[in-house]
Structure formats: C-alpha cells, structure tokens
C-alpha cells in the first residue's frame, strides 16, 4: 500500500517552496532516513527524508514546481524493492572515474555517487556512515571538506556551481550566461530592496583601538581554549556581549516598527550575519546577554557550519531584535551595513588595520576598526544612535566595563 510523501509543514513566515533537486527516481528503492529531496525556500533548503525502506512508486511534483506546506510531492511504498543504483560495482566505477579505486564492497546513494563522480574521488578514501556501510551524500562533502583548498576541482558542483562554457567558443568571445536567481537570493534581493525604499536610513561611523580587547585575547586565549573544551576567544563574542549590553541602555536600538506602532523588547535576541554559498544568512543568538562567552562562540562556530552545509533551520533564522555584520573577515575597511527589518538598527565590524594615532600629544601605531552603526531615523535619532556606538566603542577599549555594565 502506497503512502503519501509530503512537504513539511512551513512556519507561517514561509509561503511556499520549490523543488530543488529529487535525489530518487520513481521506481527507484531508498533506505529509512535515506535523503530522497531537497525542497528550498526564501529562507533554508529543507530536506525529505525515506520513512523507512521500500520505493519510491511516483513524483507528483518536479524539479521546479511550487510546493505549500504539507502538498503531496510524491507517493512511497514500504517494504517493497525496485532498482537500486546504489551499489555500483567496482568496474563500473572505475570506468567512469578512473580514479575512484576499488570499490566493491561499498554502497552508494545516487547523490553520494554523483558527487564522487563529479570530483573523480576514490571511494576507498571516505568514511561511510550510512546504514549498513552505505557511503551518503554527506559523507562525501564531509570528505571533500577536508582536501586540501588548492585543488579548485574538487568542489561539490551542486555547492559552487562551474562556470558553462561551450569548448568550442572562439578565442575573445564575449560569452554570457542566464542563471535563475534562487530562491534564497531573490528574498536576500527583496529585502534589501524594501529596507532601502522603506525605512529612513542613516549610518554614523567611529574607531575603537583593538589594542585593550587584543591583549585581553592573547593573555586568556590558551587558559580560555583549555577551560572550554577546546573553545577559542574571538573577538565576536566580546563585541556580542558589548552590543547587548549597549540595547539595554538604550532600549529603542533594540526595538521594531510594526505598523504605526514601536515595539520595545525586553530582551536582547542578536543577529550574527553569516556568509553562505547560497547567501547571506542571519542566525539569532536567542537572550545573547545570558549568554557566556564560550557559549556564544560555539553557538556562531555551530551556526557557520550549519550555513555551510544547508543545515540552518528556519526557526534559527526567525526573529531578532539587532544584526551584527562582521565585513573584515573578507577585507572591508569600512561600509554602510543595510538594515535586517523589522530591527531598527545593525552594527557593522570591519578590518583590523594599524595606524598612526595621536595618544597624550604623541604618535602611536595601534590597531585600529572602524564600526558604523545605520539606523531607521523613524525609530532612533542621531543622538541615540551615536551613544550606543560610543558605549560600544568604550567596552571595547576597556573590557572591564562590559562585567562591570558600566
């Protein structure tokens, strides 16, 4: 008896979905907890797993189509078997990726043998953690992690997709290629697209000498690492931990707009803007200003990951109530973080970088960031706005009074 494969239930911030990518085939037979489809929304990719073993007996929906929540995409039968092309043996392997090694006695998802198919990996090579030694999807991009970064060929194609170029295209062609936007990408658009038509912003910039939280970092770092497991200090957690402190005293950089009503939270729910192969991606530490150190750097170490591998869920993107963006990591000197609505406010990191100062009539080297706070003017005025950068900047340079709340 057939069963009914469903998307999953959207949270009701998620309208609809699209079928990304069926990594089954109608007939074809899958394990329990076997990944059988991908389904990408505004926000995450979600993933439909086999409710136990049997086949997959049809698709309603394809590669492409809209889903709602919960809209039948296909129909499952348990129990029963069909084809598997997931055992290949080790010639027909060998034959398609010359340096895929032997490999009779694994077992192979589609995904996972496209994969090693496409990056010409040896099989022999990667941990299988799958049922009954079966090599999964995740197990090769776990794999490919791990290779070396100078090797550009070894990427997942359906993480970084290759440029499609004709072999035969003449010499100084003026090549072009259409490519749909994602769905992820197209919301990232629309959103900043309606903040900056929206709202009435405006960015005030300062620097903060690096040196106090820089020192702090080396004197700790080692007995920091070896009293949290193997946690490293960053400077992220600090800067978390100076903004929450900062939204309490003063509660509208904290607050949303919501119509012609303000909404002031009382509690400090911060954004940390990660950089996916997809997009940029917002998940929030949920209460930051409980939060330990240790635990906040973990959490955004987690969250990284997550974003990574598509892993992030849609609850864990949900809500907020400020954004810090980090654009140093990638080089910036300085910019005008765009607003993350319905949050009034973000805080905007940039680059380390050494440079001759002025300290008590003398030139000194120190090293030296500029922050930028922008603002929706509706919510905060510019007074507000400069004081809760200036508390930042002065829990910064003296770490002491982010414990003391002074």
Wanted: aromatic fraction near 4%; hydrophobic fraction near 40%; proline fraction near 5%.
């Amino acid at each position: 008896m057939s069963t009914e494969i469903k998307a999953p239930t959207f949270p009701e911030s998620v309208a609809d979905g699209t079928i990304a990518t069926w990594h089954k085939k109608a007939g074809e037979q899958v394990s329990r907890d076997e990944l059988i489809v991908d389904i990408e929304t505004d926000k995450v990719v979600l993933e439909v797993v086999a409710p136990e073993d049997g086949v997959i007996e049809s698709i309603v929906k394809q590669e492409g189509d809209i889903v709602l929540s919960n809209e039948v995409i296909g129909k499952f039968v348990a129990g029963a078997t069909g084809t598997t092309a997931a055992a290949p043996s080790a010639e027909s392997v060998s034959s398609e990726a010359g340096n895929t090694g032997s490999a009779s006695d694994i077992i192979m998802s589609p995904a996972a043998k496209k994969l090693v198919l496409e990056n010409n990996l040896n099989v022999s090579d990667i941990s299988a953690s799958g049922k009954d030694g079966r090599l999964t999807k995740e197990d090769v991009v776990n794999h490919i992690a791990t290779l070396p970064s100078a090797s550009p060929a070894v990427t997942p194609a359906k993480l970084t997709p290759a440029p499609i170029m004709a072999t035969d295209t003449p010499q100084g062609a003026r090549v072009e290629k259409r490519v749909p936007m994602t769905r992820l990408r197209a919301s990232i658009a629309r959103r900043l697209l309606d903040a900056s038509q929206n709202t009435a912003m405006l960015t005030t910039f300062n620097e903060v000498n690096m040196k106090p939280l820089m020192d702090l970092r080396k004197q700790y770092k080692e007995l920091f690492q070896k009293k949290h497991d193997g946690t490293k200090l960053g400077f992220m957690s600090l800067f978390v931990k100076a903004s929450a402190e900062a939204l309490k005293r003063f509660p509208a950089v904290n607050a949303s707009i919501d119509g012609a009503e303000m909404v002031y939270h009382g509690y400090q729910d911060i954004g940390v803007a990660v950089s996916s192969e997809k997009g940029l991606v917002v998940p929030v530490l949920r209460d930051a200003d409980g939060m330990s150190l240790a635990k906040i750097e973990n959490s955004i170490r987690e969250f990284g990951g997550k974003a990574r591998d598509g892993k992030l869920t849609i609850d864990e993107m949900t809500g907020g109530t400020f954004t810090i963006s980090n654009g140093g990591v990638f080089g910036s000197l300085m910019s005008t973080p765009i607003l993350n609505p319905p949050q009034t406010a973000i805080l905007g990191m940039h680059k380390i970088q050494e440079r001759p100062m002025a300290v008590n009539g003398e030139v000194v080297i120190l090293p030296m960031m500029y922050l930028a706070v922008s603002y929706d003017h509706r919510m905060i005025d510019g007074k507000e706005a400069v004081q809760f950068l200036v508390a930042i900047k002065e829990m910064i340079e003296d770490p002491a009074r982010i414990l003391l709340e002074i």
